[in-house]
């Protein structure tokens, strides 16, 4: 492959779903590859090019693992002790939990709590601490240990466990541990930082087919953690190659040993069927396609999607970073499955559906609710079924323009195992989930990008 091709595809794609603006960074065994396609803002546009910054959302958990295993390397973290160990003060609404609760269950999406607790808690530097005090007011919906479900607030947590340990801000405590030491000095946190520079504004799809800008530009301080960076594709690269050089920097220094690198993308918990992947490694996301691992994380915030591919075995790795939603959910895709396939020559199989009748599809209908969002589940004939998605109000509120899915999530149920589903169509295209059951064998929930959702109501519309 060729950066000119790259660039071409890149194009095509883009322009295709009408996304304003994108940056796409490739390595390859030495090598790196970059495209750049549109604006960054349609208000205001300035042309995408290798200065601009782009903010990256989730993928920021992997940098908060990571500063974690540094502290652990240095013998002041120790990710299977309780979370108590390090923050006494911590309350949750189930006493047992709170005593409980380790630094690993924080970081591999298992502490069981309501997880998309978003609260703005102010721009200080006691925002993940008024936040963390807060997390006492939010349900424990699964047993502890017992499920994968999507967390942020454990992340905050997690970057509270950071300040506590250090004695620092969780920002400053990252520019130390982690962005300093790899040179990375176009990823930033806040946004008087990010204003001076080229940046990209976030945007989402409208019902008429146009694109407008998204407000506000930044999720809340109380997020960082979870995800609240701000980088260039180069940057992003260079994370990538930190991780594949198993710890090592691009001046060859050994910042992390290899087996603490290589310990972050080993299973700890395996989640089949799960729009997260196959496993949790600690943070990243584990999914095989065929025989190789891909090792990998995302990222949404305001009108603005990210995609970060690791493919270890091959020395390879593929960031894209989009301005719009949720159009730009599905450039990423694609984008990442058509990398995948020219430069490594990885196709992942198409899921097989299983013919289902009305009547078996009846079972899923239903209302399912969770801390952030609601979803409505009825039949598309002949064979699929349609998940109307809505954010809630109070969480517009607090974090801001959140994609809008104006039109249902079709899913189908897979060959795959039981209750398993895969979208057919659309921006969220090829992501699975799954369904579950109760003891009397009654669907009660179902697994939405990788979150949990209660069903509350039945019925048979």
């Known amino acids: 492959m060729t950066e000119d091709q790259l660039a071409a595809e890149l194009d095509e794609r883009a322009s295709a779903l009408g996304v304003p603006g994108a940056a796409v960074g490739v390595y390859h065994d030495g090598v790196e590859h970059y495209a750049f396609h549109g604006v960054t803002s349609v208000e205001n546009p300035l042309p995408v090019d290798a200065s601009t910054l782009f903010q990256f959302g989730s993928t920021g958990k992997t940098y908060t693992a990571t500063a974690l295993l540094r502290l652990v390397d240095q013998g002041r973290v120790d990710l299977s002790a309780p979370v108590r160990t390090y923050v006494p003060e911590l309350r949750l609404k189930d006493e047992s939990v709170a005593e409980k609760v380790t630094v690993l269950q924080l970081l591999n999406h298992t502490a069981g709590w309501q997880g998309d607790y978003e609260k703005n808690t102010g721009t200080g530097d006691d925002a993940l601490a008024r936040y963390v005090a807060g997390m006492a007011d939010i349900d424990q919906v699964t047993p502890l240990g017992a499920e994968v479900s999507y967390n942020n607030a ?22 130390e541990l982690v962005l300093t030491p790899l040179g990375m000095t176009d990823t930033f946190f806040f946004p008087n930082d990010v204003m001076t520079r080229r940046f990209a504004v976030g945007h989402t799809n409208t019902p008429d087919g146009a694109v407008k800008v998204a407000r506000p530009w930044a999720l809340p301080r109380s997020g960082n953690p979870a995800g609240g960076m701000s980088a260039t594709a180069a940057d992003q690269i260079t994370w990538a190659r930190f991780h594949l050089a198993d710890g090592r920097t691009r001046t060859g220094e050994q910042l992390l040993p290899a087996q603490l690198i290589r310990a972050m993308r080993e299973p ?10 196959d496993a949790i490694g600690i943070s990243w996301m584990l999914r095989k396609c ?47 499955d058509w990398a995948l396939e020219a430069y490594l020559g990885v196709v992942e199989p ?68 039981p209750d398993q589903y895969v979208v057919t169509e659309g921006a969220m295209k090829c992501m699975r989930g799954y369904f579950t059951r109760d003891a009397d064998g009654r669907i009660d929930s179902v697994n939405l990008g990788g979150r949990r959702c209660d069903r509350v109501a039945a019925s048979t519309f």
């Not at 700890?268 to 992947?277: I, S």
């Not at 990210?306 to 599905?330: H, I, K, M, W, Y």
Request: contains cysteine; charged residues 15%; negative net charge.
């Open 268 to 277: 700890t918990v395996v989640t089949p069927g799960n729009a997260l992947g």
């Open 154 to 175: 454990s992340l905050s947590l997690a970057g509270y466990v950071i300040e506590k340990v250090t004695g620092q801000t969780f920002e400053q405590a990252m520019q």
């Open 350 to 417: 198409e899921p097989q559906l299983r013919d289902v009748t009305p009547d078996e599809l009846a079972q899923y209908h239903g209302d399912y609710d969770a801390i952030a969002m609601s979803a409505q589940i009825t039949s598309r004939p002949p064979n699929t079924l349609a998940v109307q998605l809505s954010f809630k109000p109070e969480v517009l509120e607090e974090v801001g323009e959140l994609p809008q899915y104006d039109e249902p999530i079709i899913i189908g149920l897979v060959t795959d195992g």
């Open 290 to 336: 065929g025989d190789v691992l891909l090792v990998q994380h995302g990222g949404t915030t305001i009108g603005q999607h990210s995609a970060f591919v690791l493919v270890p075995e091959r020395d390879f790795a593929v960031t894209v970073l989009t301005n719009c939603g949720p159009s730009g959910e599905q450039l990423n895709t694609d984008l990442v």
